[in-house]
């Protein structure tokens, strides 16, 4: 393979990807500061902060559909057209969230839209990371996968630093009426944008060699997660409970701690998502670091245990660190998130290396977006609830003992052996 192929997968990988987390990330972001008291009845202001954070769950609980439809088709009939259909059902359900009426115009069919767009946003990702991951591994040359399958978890961090500082930008060109009455809606809007951009880079894409390999070994699965289920069950089961810290991790550091730092810590949004922003860069360092470690040291597995006892630790952390003003706040969403990079980069590589290419793409969808369930789903919901009851103590407590079921699951399972497809390095 050329080296202009490879740096034209790797873009695909982290450009759409890119694409995709700025187009969940600026849901997550709204639904934090303004989505509560938008879309929800005039009540308690907690109580519109957990009603918009269950917004948040419609598309976890969305992603694993999407990964069942997709991986079906991304295993049957090849991983290109698969991802440019799930990055356009992705791209149109963001758009059309610019458009909604609030309830005040339009009483429960306002909240009731929102949740049908934010179930297709959960659909379209539910098949984007699993192909993007992929697209990345299934070309990687030897030595080199947990590297390559980083190139869609830098897509995390980056859609996210576009997302945030798009947000903070309009918080400071805008008023507080100017943002919450239209401002928001601006990140939704420019989502058209960036997803013509992302259709653009992946129709210029072919097929991975492996995949293209084991369609000349067997012909492609009728079902591919009735397979996968009655095949590799144990793979699934583990993968999943695995990938679970991530996401845990992720939505405290990030959705969580956004409301509650601005409406019970007295941060301004400004001030939070300047935090944010400067922090998310310690989650690039850490994917890099981890994938790099994962290729020349040790490997995917070894490097996620090492950061789920990381994370554990930093549970203990987050109340004292938190309330010790901007300074302190800093340090813990800077560690957490390096945390983050250790317990999410690896996962490009890991959980595809779990499953032969024929079921590939579901395997890795499925794993990947169930543990999006557990993990992230009912996250700030729970952590917002455990907060409002005995502050940010059990918030901590919760990620240290989720984070903890990851790590016996990574321990306990052994990834099948890869057999990688002969070709030029890069």
């Known amino acids: ?28 972001t709204a639904a934090s500061l303004v989505f509560g008291a938008i879309f929800f009845p005039a009540s308690d202001p907690g109580l ?36 440019v259909a799930s990055l356009l059902t992705m791209g149109v359900s963001t758009t059309l969230v610019a458009f909604l009426p609030t309830y005040q115009n339009a009483g429960w069919i306002a909240p009731a839209a929102l949740c049908v767009l934010r179930f297709g946003q959960g659909f379209g990702l539910g098949g984007e990371w699993g192909g993007a991951a992929l697209l990345a591994v299934e070309n990687a040359p030897p030595g080199w996968r947990a590297r390559f399958g980083a190139a869609p978890q830098m897509g995390a961090p980056a859609g996210f630093i576009a997302a945030n500082g798009l947000f903070l930008l309009l918080g400071l060109w805008l008023t507080p009426e100017q ?30 060699p492996e995949f293209a390999q084991s369609l000349k070994e067997a012909p492609p699965p ?54 944010q922003l400067g922090a998310i860069l310690f989650m690039g360092v850490g994917i890099y670091l981890a994938a790099w470690a994962a290729d020349r040291h040790f490997d995917e597995r070894r490097v996620l245990a090492g950061g789920c006892v990381a994370t554990i630790l930093l549970g203990f952390t987050i109340a004292p660190l938190m309330q010790a003003g901007l300074g302190g706040a800093f340090v813990f969403l800077s560690a957490t998130l390096l945390a983050m990079g250790f317990v999410y980069g690896p996962l490009g590589a890991w959980l ?57 699951a990574l321990l306990a399972l052994r990834p099948r052996p890869v057999a990688p497809v002969p070709m030029e390095g890069p």
């Open 352 to 408: 595809p290396g779990l499953f032969p290419p024929r079921v590939r793409y579901t395997g890795a969808s499925m794993t990947f977006n169930i543990a999006g369930v557990l993990g992230g789903g009912l996250t700030p919901l729970i952590a917002q609830a455990l907060a409002l009851r005995g502050g940010l103590a059990p918030v901590g407590l919760y990620l240290s003992g989720i984070t903890a079921v990851s790590l016996v």
């Open 1 to 28: 393979m050329s080296v202009l192929r490879h740096r034209r997968v790797l873009l695909a990988s982290f450009v759409g990807t890119a694409i995709e987390f700025y187009d969940f990330y600026i849901y997550a």
């Open 222 to 275: 009728a079902v591919p997660l009735a397979e996968l289920v009655r095949q590799h069950g144990g793979m699934l089961v583990g993968g999943t409970v695995g990938a679970i810290a991530c996401f845990a991790t992720y939505y405290v550091g990030t959705a969580f701690l956004l409301g509650y730092g601005t409406k019970s810590l007295g941060f301004t949004m400004q001030q939070f998502l300047s935090l």
């Open 48 to 83: 519109q902060q957990m009603a918009a954070f269950a917004t948040l769950a419609v598309a976890f609980f969305a992603r694993p559909v999407g990964a069942a439809f997709f991986g079906h088709f991304g295993d049957r009939i090849g991983r290109k057209s698969t991802l």
């Open 179 to 208: 943002f919450a009455g239209w401002g928001w809606r601006i990140p939704f809007l420019i989502s058209a944008l960036l997803v013509a951009v992302g259709l653009w880079i992946r129709l210029k894409l072919t097929e991975t």
